[in-house]
């Protein structure tokens, strides 16, 4: 347990269909992250929040919309998706967005959740 | 055409033997990188760290080398165990974390 949870693991819509993505962090970090780990890239940076405003949009399509309510929540709407979004949904928490501390090391490591697998049909 | 999908190397070591899993990052300027090991079903665990100013860095069976002349990343496991079998993927920094594909780590009894 990493002290990130991700609701639902597992999701099946159509194009036509709206859904969330819901993913909780029980560690008190100020920084939270979607990511997407598709079948054929990378895993990709898709949005950063610090203290519940939104600090980076890496060119994601607007048929993903996300909700920060709070530093402890951080949701992934999804609406009129399409085939190819079919992947891995990861979140992350760390303490802060990242950055190198003076005396070096280890900084503000990312906790990631296990992921919603989702399919569109 | 179009790729089906990834298609990560894989890397079989028999168990007790070390291991050595390279990565090529692609950024001059990135200055801080890190291992990730990600288990099936599972997201991305951290593993070890190093910052560009260093060359090696020790954890507890791991250690991370950064040659960056070539800008070639490499983590060495010892005395690998089943445990061990995994995704394992580099990450470079500049101002986000860019991820590679990654590497399996087959562990053979």
């Known amino acids: 347990e990493t002290g990130v949870t991700q609701t639902p693991r597992h999701l099946v819509m159509g194009m036509t269909n709206k859904k969330s993505l819901k993913c909780e962090q029980h560690?008190?970090?100020?920084?939270m992250y979607w990511y997407k780990q598709s079948a054929k890239k990378p895993l990709e940076l898709m949005f950063v929040?610090?203290?519940?405003?939104?600090?980076e949009n890496n060119s994601v399509p607007s048929r993903f919309s996300p909700e920060c309510p709070n530093s402890s929540h951080l949701f992934l709407h999804l609406h009129t998706l399409q085939p190819e979004d079919s992947a891995l949904y990861l979140c992350a928490s760390s303490q802060d967005r990242p950055f190198l501390s003076l005396a070096g090391g280890i900084y503000n490591e990312q906790f990631f959740g296990p992921g919603t697998r989702l399919t569109v049909l | 055409g179009e790729s089906v999908g990834l298609h990560l190397p894989t890397l079989s070591v028999q168990e007790g033997d070390n291991s050595i899993i390279n990565c090529a990052y692609s950024?001059?300027?990135?200055?801080?990188f890190i291992w990730y090991k990600q288990e099936s079903g599972k997201g991305p665990q951290f593993i070890i760290d190093?910052?560009?100013?260093?060359d090696k860095r020790q954890g507890q069976r791991v250690t991370v080398l950064l040659n960056k002349t070539v800008k070639h990343l490499s983590l060495q496991i010892a005395a690998t165990q089943p445990g061990d079998s995994a995704v394992y993927f580099c990450a470079e920094k500049e101002q986000n974390f860019v991820f590679g594909p990654g590497t399996r780590l087959s562990v053979l009894p």
């Open positions: 950024n001059s300027a990135s200055d801080y």
């Open positions: 929040y610090s203290l519940e405003e939104r600090v």
């Open positions: 560690l008190g970090h100020n920084a």
């Open positions: 190093i910052r560009s100013n260093m």
